[in-house]
């Protein structure tokens, strides 16, 4: 799928605000980057991981609320 369309279809998960999708993928990629496994299938070796969270966004296997719960 193209980037374009896996961003169209992340955006519906944050209400269409572009700020909160680039800080959840932001937040999200540094957790994959610190050893965190992906929740989605895909080749870890050929794939950024901002492009991996973007889908995992995507895909609704990660949302705003699982880190606002952690940060209090």
Same mark, same amino acid.
């Given at each position: 799928? %193209?980037? !374009?369309?896996?961003?169209? =279809? ?7 605000? %572009? ?6 993928? /932001? =937040? %999200? ?7 965190? !496994?992906?929740?989605? =299938?895909?080749? #870890? ?12 966004? /995507?895909?609704? #296997? ?5 880190? !606002?719960?952690?940060?209090?």
């Amino acid at each position: 799928m %193209r980037t !374009e369309k896996i961003t169209a =279809k992340a955006l519906q998960f944050v209400n269409d605000d %572009r700020y909160k999708l680039s800080l959840l993928v /932001a =937040k %999200r990629a540094e957790q994959l980057s610190n050893g965190a !496994e992906p929740l989605v =299938k895909v080749d #870890k070796a050929n794939s950024k991981y901002t492009d991996i969270a973007l889908l995992e966004v /995507a895909e609704g #296997k990660v949302s705003i609320e699982s880190f !606002e719960d952690k940060e209090d």
